[in-house]
Structure formats: C-alpha cells, structure tokens
C-alpha cells in the first residue's frame, strides 16, 4: 500500500515516489479534466441551448458564474474540514459522482429552472473536487517533488478547457448539445466509481519530516483540528493570507481573459467557431498546460535554496507576460493576437503550483484540504466573482462611444492589474523573508 519506496522511516525526506504515487496523480489529474471540460460545455453550447429552452445572455451568467462560484467557493470550506478528518479519498469519489450526475442532468433539463439547479449541484459537488486531491499529492509526493507533482495535476485545467471547446462544439454539431452533457456525466460517474476502486486513502503526513526523532514509529496520531482552529491559522499567517490575495489579483485577470478570449477573437477579430475550436483550443493546451508543468519544476529547483522563489517567479512570470498580453489586444488580426497571447497565456499561470505547494508545505498534514480550500476560496471569490464582472461592465461603459472595439478598450484595463499582481507577489517576498528570519531568532 505504499505510495512511495522508502528505506527509511515515514516522512524521510529522501523518499522518492513510486509507480503507484504516479499512477493515483494520473487518475486525479482525469477527475480535474472532467471538472474543467464540464465547466467549459456551458459556455460553448450556450447558443444551442438559448434556441431551445429561450435562455437570456444574463440568465446565462448566473448559471455559469454567479450562482455557480457562491456554491463552488462556499462549500468547499466544510467540504475541506470533513475530507481532513475523514477519508480524503471517499469525499472525492462521492463529489465527482455528484457533480457528474449534475452534469447529465443539465442534458435533460427542460427549462431554465432545471438547468440553474442542475448547474448549483454541480457547483456543489466540484466543491469537493480540488482540495481532497492536493492533500492527497502530498501525501504520495515528499518535499522536493511535489511543485512537479501538483504541477501535473493542475495541467487539468487546461487539458479540460481545450476538450470542452473542441469537443462539445463536435458533439453538438454532429448530435446535440444535450448529448453533450450527457456523456461526460456519464464518464465522471465511471471515473468517480474507479477512483474508490483503485485510489488507496494515504497516511496523513506520512513523507512528511517528523517533527521529533523519538518516537520514529509509534508515534502519536496527529490531532484533528478544528475547523475555526484552521481558518484562524490560516488568515493569521501573513505568508498564506499573502499568497491567497496575490493569487486572487492574478486570477482577475486569467478568469477575465478566458470568459471573453472568444467573443473577443469572433467579434473584434474575425475569427470563426471552426477556428476557434482548432487554434484557440490548441493554444490552451499546450499553453497553459506548459506554463503549470514548467513552473512547478523551476519551484521545485528553486525553493530548496531560495524559499522567496514562491513569490519571486509569480512576479516575473507577469512581468514578462504583460507587454505581449497588451499586444495580443492590440493586433489587427486574429492570427497575430493569438500569436502574441500564447506567451501570456502560459505565464499567467507561473503563480499555481507554486502557491499550491507553498501551503501543502506550511500547514500541517490534518490541515492540508481546508488549507486548499481556504486557497481556492479567496482566488476564486475575487477572480471568478470580479474578474469577468469587471471586464464585462467595463465592455458595456466602452460601448457607448467604441461600440466596434469595446471589448479591446476592456481588455486595456487589465494591464493596471497586472502590476497590481506583481506589486502583491513582490511584497510576499517580503512577508517570507520576514518570516523566515522570524524562525532564525
């Protein structure tokens, strides 16, 4: 049952993951994809969807957004506190079960009120999706591999994004957008079924370093804590209150780009569905799915010398990515705005795995899923709730005077939080430095 081979006692630093560790990644990087890809079918088939059931563009986005991010954000704090003094495993299996068969239900849904409550259960069930995975990682994967590890699971995200652009405009143009939604139901409800087949819970903290040298073995059960016990920690601690702020500031922008990359590419820049299906697809892909792998093995590199690095590659990864995020808006065409963002859209990203496994490696194992959660939460209220918000007001405001390029004059007003994003990870630099000689003394 080990997930790793290891000569020494549990939590030496020295273990090394084996095939089994690498193998249960696999199937949790499968569960995040369908998370993602079910994400995506929504927005990809809302035109399908509009002609048969008379769905408003404001109707819309409460389904996608609103309603479903307070779910989504909200529950996973209780959902996080039960996978930590439960099975992690389990807590998995039955949210990718709920969502997925939310998910079916979407396709047989006769009405705009069966699909808002179908789409609120999916939120509700994704809610126990990410954080029991990122505990379980680090349960498989000791320090010094787990940036790598997380990094490869969270090329879900991406990986899923490109199936739902390509595969649910294939799926509707051969069949219906109901089947759609349909079949990818029906595979989470297989997937969530093999996860408690082949998944085995890890021991909580087990790679970890222990913190005394007697006893190695028997030593005592770690200690449950509290669900306040963990927030006021977590909110306490300026480095993790630092990283969650920082990350929500990027996420403003990294959600904002994605819920308007399309309409923007179709309506400013002459791109067609067709199009946008093989190119856009192809670019998130590979992309954002570089940018994750990448940055988790430069924060694996890096943090074992400089721990700063969880701070310092964020920033520089904006850095770089803002002149060229600002020319993908300004380009003639299609194909140079696409060329000009595949830079951009794999840096903005240079800021997850890092923070992902900045927190697996700050709180204590039995803290590890609320501590995610906690992360998840303030990234997303502030990047899925304001983000697309945001950018679609400012559109609407730009409208007015450039009705044809109001989405660009949107797009402009993001790069003022790009450099909001820098200046927040540059002053978590600070906080881990500060902290770091905080221990020293």
Avoid: H
């Avoid at 563009?57 to 609103?66: A, F, H, M, S």
């Avoid at 209150?241 to 309506?267: D, E, I, P, S």
Wanted: positive net charge; glycine residues 10%; hydrophobic residues 55%.
């Amino acid at each position: 049952m080990a997930a790793s081979s290891r000569s020494s006692a549990p939590g030496a630093l020295d273990a090394r993951p084996g095939a089994y560790a690498w193998f249960v990644l696999a199937i949790l990087c499968f569960v995040y994809v369908l998370n993602f890809l079910d994400r995506q079918l929504l927005s990809i088939l809302a035109k399908p969807i509009q002609d048969e059931l008379g769905v408003t563009d404001g109707q819309l986005g409460l389904i996608g957004g609103l309603y479903f991010a307070v779910f989504y954000c909200v529950l996973a704090i209780p959902v996080g506190w039960l996978a930590d003094r439960t099975n992690r495993v389990r807590v998995l299996a039955l949210a990718c079960g709920l969502w997925s068969a939310a998910t079916a239900a979407c396709g047989l849904s006769a009405n705009y009120g069966q699909l808002a409550a179908s789409r609120m259960a999916v939120g509700v069930g994704e809610a126990g999706g990410v954080p029991p995975s990122y505990a379980i990682i680090s349960d498989y994967f000791p320090s010094g591999t787990r940036g790598t590890a997380l990094s490869l699971f969270n090329l879900g995200p991406p990986l899923g994004q490109a199936l739902g652009v390509a595969f649910g405009a294939s799926i509707a143009a051969a069949y219906s957008w109901r089947d759609a939604f349909l079949a990818v139901g029906v595979v989470g409800v297989v997937t969530a079924a093999a996860v408690l087949m082949f998944v085995r819970e890890p021991r909580k903290g087990g790679l970890d370093a222990p913190l005394e040298i007697e006893p190695p073995v028997e030593a005592a059960p770690i200690p449950k804590s509290g669900l306040w016990a963990t927030c006021r920690m977590y909110f306490a601690n300026p480095v993790l209150r630092g990283m969650a702020l920082a990350c929500g500031a990027t996420q403003f922008v990294t959600y904002a780009l994605l819920n308007f990359a399309t309409l923007f590419l179709m309506r400013e820049k002459g791109m067609t569905l067709n199009e946008v299906a093989v190119w856009y697809a192809l670019l998130i892909a590979v992309s954002v799915s570089l940018g994750m792998f990448v940055s988790g093995r430069l924060i694996d590199r890096l943090s074992r010398r400089f721990k700063t690095a969880y701070a310092y590659l964020p920033a520089i990864g904006l850095a770089v990515a803002m002149p060229f995020f600002a020319a993908f808006v300004w380009a003639p065409s299609w194909p140079l705005s696409l060329a000009f963002l595949a830079l951009p859209m794999g840096l903005n990203y240079f800021y997850l795995s890092p923070a992902v496994t900045l927190v697996q490696e700050e709180v204590r194992p039995d803290q590890r899923v609320l501590s995610g959660a906690l992360l998840l939460l303030v990234m997303n209220l502030i990047g899925l709730g304001l983000g697309p918000t945001y950018l679609g007001a400012a559109s609407d405001f730009f409208a007015r005077t450039n009705p044809d390029t109001s989405l660009q004059m949107a797009f402009y007003t993001l790069l003022p939080f790009y450099g909001l994003a820098i200046v927040m990870f540059l002053g978590l630099a600070g906080k881990i430095r500060r902290q770091i000689k905080e221990k020293a003394s």
